[in-house]
């Protein structure tokens, strides 16, 4: 144990959402926590966002940045609860004034998922047939997927996941594309036909790992939940983060990336599409792994440079009109 936790800490509250997936994410957090700090108790708090309580708008439009987030945030403000447990695609990359990101944990895999509907068990993404039907929710998925498949007809696709699963299973779409990271922590990686290759889809910024947010002065439950920290995660996430935060972009954007590491070095790739999938901008850039989030800017700085601000105030103009 951190010797900065003081044994005089006895209840921590953890902040999350009430979706399946957001809990079981949050009691695994919960349950490292307790292994690491048995004389602590950890409970947990459940919290509706913004995001779960509109299910019939599309999340681009709905033009907020902080969807999953915020009521989260509010309760860390309002000293309510002392941490939030997030999915870390969902966190925006400038938190409000007294928060921080605390931790990040180990990343799981972060790429897009091919789910097909039963009729469709012996296809690939590629071998759908023109016309099929597909769900995503996702700006970033949409985009690239119609600069490589224009004869597919893209549908918006909202509801947790067992609510989009069971849509998909009744017809209404031929495939669904979602992260291959959620199937696999609600125990659905059965479901997963396809884990799509980055040179199709280039995921979200933080996608399979957790971030875990609480106030940025507070020196011991800092110290405590650093316990969970994976460097290489966090190193390739602070990197892409920085990315998307310098192009000025919420988490509804057509922005993908890309990071590995090698030795010392880490190599960030990012895209910036239009929604039509016909404009693009992509590049790679790397560096010292010690200097993650510069790595990041100097990606957005070259993008920027390469118009990808052009197609990024196109993209919000159309969204504002609806």
Known sequence: MTSVVSSSITTIRIGSRKSQLA?????????????????????????????????????????????????????????????????????????????????????????????????HKDKQLDTLPEGAVIGTSSLRRLAQLRHHFPHFEFKDVRGNLNTRLAKLDAGEYDALILAAAGLGRLGMADRIHQVIPSDISLHAVGQGALGIECLADNKQLISLLKELEHPQTRDRCLAERAFLRDLEGGCQVPIGVNTEINGDKLTLTGIVASIDGTKRVQDTVSGSIYEPEQIGSELAQRLRQQGAQDILDEIFATVQRG
């Open 23 to 119: 809990l079981i994410q949050t009691y695994w957090v919960q349950e490292q926590l307790s292994l690491r700090f048995p004389h602590i108790k950890f409970e947990v708090h459940t919290m509706s966002t913004k995001g779960d309580k509109i299910l019939d708008v599309a999340l681009a439009k709905i033009g907020d940045k902080a969807l999953f987030t915020k009521e989260l945030e509010t309760g860390m403000i309002n000293r309510e609860i002392d941490f939030a447990v997030h999915s870390l695609k969902d966190l925006p990359t400038r938190l409000p004034s007294g928060l921080g990101l605390a931790a990040i944990t180990e990343r799981e895999n972060p790429a897009d998922a091919l789910v097909v509907h039963s009729k």
